[in-house]
């Protein structure tokens, strides 16, 4: 654990450091006030400071507000070291942000304690930290292969056909179903069929950009969102994609298994007015094209399943509200 110590006395700043050394801290120190919010607002600062209330420049108090306004993660415990020992002094310590205090000259084992206790804290934080993202992380990938998941790949769709509109870019957009994926259940089994669904997101993961998205759209539909990417650009991906998973068999508990997957594809610059449901729509219409003309193929959207998707939606829209 690295300790921030911040006092403008030179005696009792290296007391401190030759202190906390001792105990097995790794130790960095501050003159002042200045000095101590430079270190705290860096992106590998300390996790817990020991900061002297009265110093140059900005006070530990100062400071103490200052940090718990950025609110900065991870979290920061601080100490304040302090000759005063009125009760509105303390209080005005602690409503700063400060985590405790302690008054001098203190005991070097209260101090001990103090920071053991610091220590638990952020250690509790710590976990809760990890608990949030794993909470996270499960609600918006899928469990079996690790990709985004279909509600939380619709949301980046979403949101990514708001922004290539208002950048004026493209975004390529692929659904991907692997082909006749049911005889692979019906005749290996769920747990091959589980192998091979795993095999052919890590194949299009290690083959897509780290700003692209790769989600489960469905049981073997995969929506792919490729930034910036126009329709030719997009089908030479798509292609990329495809080739990955037809070009080598897949080893699986029940044998090797040769598996092909077909791809719709469309690109939001050629229909720059169209929302991502249209688009999405398009795409899938591409897809269907894909099996019809003998799957193992890319197919991107054109007009036609452009004219398809503004129908489908115009029907939608004049039906109103429909009853469950």
């Known amino acids: 654990m690295r300790i921030l110590i911040a006092d403008d006395e030179p005696v009792?700043?290296?007391?401190?450091q030759?202190?906390?050394g001792k105990w097995g801290y790794d130790v960095v120190s501050a003159e002042d006030g200045d000095a101590a919010w430079d270190m705290l607002k860096s992106p590998d600062a300390p996790r817990m400071a020991l900061l002297d209330w009265m110093m140059p420049g900005q006070n530990g108090v100062d400071v103490c507000r200052a940090l718990r306004k950025v609110r900065p993660d991870p979290y920061t415990y601080i100490l304040l070291l302090t000759a005063k020992d009125a009760k509105e002094s303390v209080v005005e310590?602690?409503?700063?942000?400060?985590?405790?205090?302690?008054?001098?000259?203190?005991?070097?084992?209260?101090?001990k304690a103090r920071i053991r206790v610091g220590l638990r804290l952020l250690e509790l934080e710590d976990n809760l930290v990890q608990a949030r993202e794993a909470m996270r992380f499960k609600a918006t990938h899928d469990t079996l292969t690790g990709v985004w998941n279909r509600g939380a790949i619709l949301e980046?769709?979403?949101?990514?056909?708001?922004?290539?509109?208002?950048?004026?870019?493209?975004?390529?957009?692929?659904?991907?179903?692997?082909?006749?994926?049911?005889?692979?259940?019906?005749?290996?089994?769920?747990?091959?069929?589980?192998?091979?669904?795993?095999?052919?997101?890590?194949?299009?993961?290690?083959?897509?950009?780290?700003?692209?998205?790769?989600?489960?759209?469905?049981?073997?539909?995969?929506?792919?969102?490729?930034?910036?990417?126009?329709?030719?650009?997009?089908?030479?991906?798509?292609?990329?994609?495809?080739?990955?998973?037809?070009?080598m068999p897949i080893d699986t508990s029940?044998?090797?298994?040769?598996?092909?997957?077909?791809?719709?594809?469309?690109?939001?610059?050629?229909?720059?007015?169209?929302?991502?449901?249209?688009?999405?729509?398009?795409?899938?219409?591409?897809?269907?094209?894909?099996?019809?003309?003998?799957?193992?193929?890319?197919?991107?959207?054109?007009?036609?399943?452009?004219?398809?998707?503004?129908?489908?939606?115009?029907?939608?829209?004049?039906?109103?509200?429909?009853?469950?």
């Open 156 to 247: 980046t769709l979403e949101r990514e056909t708001w922004r290539s509109r208002r950048e004026g870019l493209s975004l390529g957009v692929l659904i991907a179903d692997l082909d006749h994926f049911k005889s692979v259940n019906d005749t290996y089994g769920h747990l091959a069929g589980d192998a091979v669904l795993r095999e052919v997101t890590k194949r299009m993961q290690a083959d897509v950009r780290p700003y692209d998205a790769v989600g489960r759209y469905g049981g073997e539909e995969f929506l792919i969102l490729l930034p910036g990417c126009n329709g030719l650009e997009a089908r030479e991906k798509a292609e990329r994609l495809r080739e990955s998973i037809c070009r």
């Open 254 to 324: 029940a044998g090797i298994l040769k598996v092909t997957m077909s791809i719709g594809g469309v690109a939001t610059a050629d229909w720059p007015e169209d929302t991502a449901n249209q688009i999405l729509q398009m795409a899938d219409m591409a897809l269907y094209r894909a099996k019809e003309e003998g799957r193992n193929r890319t197919v991107m959207a054109g007009a036609a399943e452009h004219e398809e998707a503004h129908h489908s939606s115009l029907e939608l829209s004049s039906q109103g509200p429909q009853k469950e």
């Open 12 to 16: 009792s700043r290296r007391m401190l």
């Open 93 to 111: 310590g602690l409503e700063s942000g400060a985590d405790d205090y302690l008054t001098k000259p203190f005991n070097p084992q209260e101090l």
């Open 18 to 20: 030759a202190m906390l």
